[in-house]
């Protein structure tokens, strides 16, 4: 993202440099990228759920990963129990700030009521006709207080033969069909971004091909409609950036900017971007940060839709809480996949992993040994009441002033003498660092390069006492 919040930093940093005394003027630069306010919600979410569902699962047809490439009758989708309230309750159990359905998924078939082509609920015989799951799905969002998004398919689309973003099963690019078939996708984006309220955040597998691509003109439609959400992705706008693997980690370091238009496309899959996914670009211009996705069922497998028998496969909390400390506490942002059982059920054994994970998060970030908030400077004591061990330490920029801090370290006061506990660069929305347990009487950040006078939006301390 470049925007004009990002000229606001720099003209305020120019005029900052002017009072600025020379040895701490050649630290700052002349810019840096600070996220919009949807960016800064996005990253202060800090886990969102992703519901996979899709007519071949409905009709129990189980293929990798939903790859079925057959079309399958309407009146197979009959999920007698579905129930997006029930799956809500899970997002609000497992810690989960926004909520993600796939709206349509590579059948192409539409979970709303649309006129965009003859296969979607309005063919179905379930609920008469007149089922839309994106609006009940939405509603149960709003209701759980859960910042609701879409996820849809433009890269696959067996209705419409598409295959790797174009008709014909891919050999279709630039053809006439290929057209018809970019007006049909912006038809449903507008379904999608005008008909329910707000959205938060929309979704494209493997990203949108824009028309200098041979795709569809959808930008300019989430733009007017959504000004306010996070878009994910095309070539000219990525709001947020995959890291680069499926197995729930970012880099080390983590940083939430990324090169911007001038040096490439905006995409995971331009030469530019692709080489950076994991560890992002301290010099990029566009502010983009990390969405480390994974499927529940990744554990020793790797699915992101129902296939029975799959239980087994399941993340166990301590796993997900892993998973956690590698993702958001790399400065970056979990998302997991969530199935749904034809009948239209999250399974228990997926039900009970993220409501134990949801119960360990709180329990392990609720009580701080010791904690401060808005405090600026490159060198922050955190003093505790008195003596006592501690092995966490969890630290957050302001990140609407951008990413100031290139290396710190967080240093413990032991019998007299400060010494280190813990080292990295950047902190960004959030860096956890864990270490052996140390009895200390004080803690201290201690920022020894940034870009621009430091900015510390929270500073904690923990004991937590085993090692997940």
């Avoid at 891919?170 to 379904?191: D, L, V």
Wanted: positive net charge; aromatic residues 10%.
């Amino acid at each position: 993202m470049t925007r004009t919040t990002e000229l606001l930093a720099a003209a305020i940093l120019i005029v900052s440099s002017l009072t600025t005394p020379p040895a701490a003027r050649a630290e700052t630069p002349v810019r840096i990228p600070v996220p919009s306010k949807a960016q800064q919600v996005w990253q202060d979410c800090e886990i969102g759920l992703l519901f996979c569902f899709d007519l071949p699962i409905a009709a129990e047809i189980y293929t990798p990963n939903n790859t079925h490439r057959k079309r399958v009758d309407p009146n197979k989708y009959n999920p007698a129990k579905l129930d997006t309230d029930k799956w809500l309750e899970l997002a609000t159990a497992s810690g989960a700030k926004y909520a993600l359905l796939t709206a349509t998924h590579f059948s192409g078939f539409m979970q709303w009521q649309s006129d965009a082509y003859p296969y979607g609920l309005k063919q179905s015989k379930w609920r008469g006709g007149k089922g839309d799951v994106v609006g009940d799905f939405v509603t149960s969002c709003r209701k759980a207080k859960v910042l609701p998004g879409l996820f849809f398919s433009t890269h696959r689309n067996v209705y419409q033969t598409v295959w790797g973003h174009y008709v014909n099963w891919g050999k279709g690019k630039g053809s006439p069909e290929q057209e018809t078939y970019n007006r049909i996708a912006e038809k449903q984006f507008t379904e999608l971004t005008g008909n329910y309220g707000e959205i938060f955040h929309v979704w494209f597998d493997a990203g949108n091909k824009t028309p200098d691509e041979g795709g569809g003109n959808l930008l300019p439609i989430f733009e007017k409609n959504q000004p306010n959400g996070i878009f994910y992705h095309s070539s000219l706008r990525s709001d947020v950036r995959w890291i680069g693997n499926e197995q729930g980690h970012a880099g080390v370091p983590c940083y939430a900017t990324m090169p911007g238009r001038k040096t490439g496309k905006l995409s995971h899959n331009s030469k530019t971007w692709k080489r950076l996914l994991g560890k992002g670009d301290p010099a990029g211009q566009c502010w983009s940060p990390g969405i480390v996705d994974i499927p529940l069922r990744g554990f020793r497998g790797h699915n992101w839709f129902y296939r029975p028998g799959q239980d087994k496969i399941v993340y166990p909390p301590g796993m997900l809480l892993k998973k956690y400390y590698t993702s958001v506490g790399r400065n970056g942002n979990l998302v997991i996949g969530v199935v749904v059982k034809p009948d239209g059920t999250v399974p228990d054994a997926d039900a009970k992993s993220l409501i134990e994970f949801g119960k360990l998060l709180r329990k392990q970030f609720s009580k701080p040994v010791a904690s401060l908030s808005n405090a600026s400077g490159k060198t922050i004591a955190l003093p505790l009441a008195k003596p006592q061990e501690i092995d966490q330490v969890v630290l957050q920029e302001q990140i609407a002033c951008g990413e100031r801090v290139r290396d710190h370290a967080v240093e413990g006061l032991v019998d007299g003498k400060w010494i280190e506990l813990a080292k990295g660069a950047v902190i960004g929305h959030k860096w956890i660092h864990r270490f052996k347990p140390q009895k200390v009487s004080s803690v201290r950040l201690r920022v020894i390069k940034s870009q621009a006078p430091p900015k510390i939006r929270s500073f904690s301390c923990f004991m937590i006492g085993r090692r997940d």
